[in-house]
């Protein structure tokens, strides 16, 4: 590389994120150390995205900053922490400064509005991937898990799913630029460039949910995650999950057919929304999240039974069950 492996680390990560009082070492030596507060749970969680499989060739560098470290906020999200610390492992094919500063600086301002500080990584060369590791702090033995649920829970999910699939088939080649409301367009792919990890959200969440994950796979396969680790089934109302006004436009106007809508909210991956399962009695609790508009209760979850699917979708509009039956199969064991 024609930047010096050290002088890259020194320019474009040396000071990146927020700066911890916490942190009594950060990047520079063999290894970071760090001071955890006293009556915390430490929550570790770590995601690689691949150029070509997690966000396509020649993606903007400042979306792939932000990215690297939202999907690894939104586990930290899920499990109602608070995210501290950040390290980096960088894979580039190239020292491409233009590209490296982009890329810092969506990692940085993400890891500043989270006072997230980044105290190490690694920075090798090859095909372009980037690991992140996030650890955060929960108040000791009240994290969030995906088990937890119980039959009778209620089902709910934040913001609009879908949203960030339908940006991503906005990004392919062959996405019929310029046709449609350019604002929805824009705003889709907002939601795939740019995805929010709920980390407030996930913290009210400790006292009122059952159980918790991020939407990273698609709306119905991580609902199936969650029934089975709390060993409930789903059943999911078509008619609750929320739509946002920009993929409803752009459906109403023919860019996307009726069909591609759901397979987005259903099947569509890199919402970083959280679904959540909320047990009746903290009904009033949720009532006040769902007041402000971007909480939404879809389904309940039932007794698991063998000769029932584990996420059961219904719909009362008959003409959409061929859509739902023609979902990708690896979500055939969801039935009608
Ligand atoms: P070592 O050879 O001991 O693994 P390196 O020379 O790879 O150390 O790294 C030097 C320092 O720079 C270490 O503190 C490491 O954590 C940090 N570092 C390396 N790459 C990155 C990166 N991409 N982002 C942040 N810190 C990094
Ligand atoms: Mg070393």
Redesign the pocket.
Same mark, same amino acid.
């Given at each position: 590389m024609a930047l010096g492996?050290?002088e890259l680390?020194d320019r474009y990560?040396r000071e990146?994120g927020c700066r911890r009082g916490d942190v009594v070492l950060g990047? =520079?030596? #063999?290894?970071?150390i760090l001071r955890p507060p006293e009556g915390f749970d430490l929550i570790a969680v770590s995601d690689t995205l691949v150029e070509g499989v997690h966000f396509p060739a020649g993606a903007p560098a400042r979306s792939v900053g932000h990215r690297a470290l939202a999907v690894n906020l939104s586990d930290i999200a899920a499990m109602g922490g608070a995210p501290a610390w950040s390290?980096?492992?960088?894979t580039l094919p190239r020292a491409d400064e233009t590209w490296l500063k982009e890329f810092a600086k969506g990692f940085s301002l993400l890891a500043l509005e989270h006072e997230v500080s980044?105290v =190490?990584? #690694?920075?090798t060369r090859g095909p372009l991937m980037i690991g992140v590791q996030v650890l955060g702090f929960v108040p000791h033995g009240v994290a969030l898990r995906r088990a937890g649920g119980r039959p009778g829970d209620l089902i709910c999910v934040s913001g609009t799913p879908g949203d960030a699939a339908a940006g991503l088939a906005l990004l392919a080649p062959d996405a019929r630029e310029g046709v449609g409301d350019p604002i929805s367009r824009a705003a889709l792919r907002a939601r795939f460039e740019y995805p929010t990890p709920r980390l407030e959200l996930g913290r009210q969440l400790r006292d009122i949910a059952s159980a918790c994950i991020d939407v990273s796979d698609g709306l119905a396969g991580d609902i199936g995650k969650l029934a089975a680790s709390s060993g409930c089934a789903a059943v999911i109302d078509l008619e609750c999950v929320p739509r946002s006004e920009a993929l409803a436009t752009l459906v109403r106007e023919g860019v996307f057919e009726e069909r591609d809508a759901l397979r987005f909210m259903l099947a569509g991956g890199d919402d970083y929304e959280l679904a959540f399962t909320v047990p009746p009695e903290n009904r009033e609790a949720l009532a006040e999240l769902e007041a402000r508009g971007d909480v939404f209760v879809i389904g309940t979850f039932v007794e698991a039974k063998a000769s029932e699917p584990l996420v059961a979708i219904r719909t009362e509009r008959q003409e959409l069950q061929q859509y739902l039956d023609a979902l990708p199969s690896s979500f055939d064991h969801f039935g009608g």
């Amino acid at each position: 590389m024609a930047l010096g492996e050290f002088e890259l680390i020194d320019r474009y990560f040396r000071e990146a994120g927020c700066r911890r009082g916490d942190v009594v070492l950060g990047v =520079g030596d #063999d290894g970071a150390i760090l001071r955890p507060p006293e009556g915390f749970d430490l929550i570790a969680v770590s995601d690689t995205l691949v150029e070509g499989v997690h966000f396509p060739a020649g993606a903007p560098a400042r979306s792939v900053g932000h990215r690297a470290l939202a999907v690894n906020l939104s586990d930290i999200a899920a499990m109602g922490g608070a995210p501290a610390w950040s390290l980096l492992a960088l894979t580039l094919p190239r020292a491409d400064e233009t590209w490296l500063k982009e890329f810092a600086k969506g990692f940085s301002l993400l890891a500043l509005e989270h006072e997230v500080s980044l105290v =190490g990584g #690694d920075t090798t060369r090859g095909p372009l991937m980037i690991g992140v590791q996030v650890l955060g702090f929960v108040p000791h033995g009240v994290a969030l898990r995906r088990a937890g649920g119980r039959p009778g829970d209620l089902i709910c999910v934040s913001g609009t799913p879908g949203d960030a699939a339908a940006g991503l088939a906005l990004l392919a080649p062959d996405a019929r630029e310029g046709v449609g409301d350019p604002i929805s367009r824009a705003a889709l792919r907002a939601r795939f460039e740019y995805p929010t990890p709920r980390l407030e959200l996930g913290r009210q969440l400790r006292d009122i949910a059952s159980a918790c994950i991020d939407v990273s796979d698609g709306l119905a396969g991580d609902i199936g995650k969650l029934a089975a680790s709390s060993g409930c089934a789903a059943v999911i109302d078509l008619e609750c999950v929320p739509r946002s006004e920009a993929l409803a436009t752009l459906v109403r106007e023919g860019v996307f057919e009726e069909r591609d809508a759901l397979r987005f909210m259903l099947a569509g991956g890199d919402d970083y929304e959280l679904a959540f399962t909320v047990p009746p009695e903290n009904r009033e609790a949720l009532a006040e999240l769902e007041a402000r508009g971007d909480v939404f209760v879809i389904g309940t979850f039932v007794e698991a039974k063998a000769s029932e699917p584990l996420v059961a979708i219904r719909t009362e509009r008959q003409e959409l069950q061929q859509y739902l039956d023609a979902l990708p199969s690896s979500f055939d064991h969801f039935g009608g």
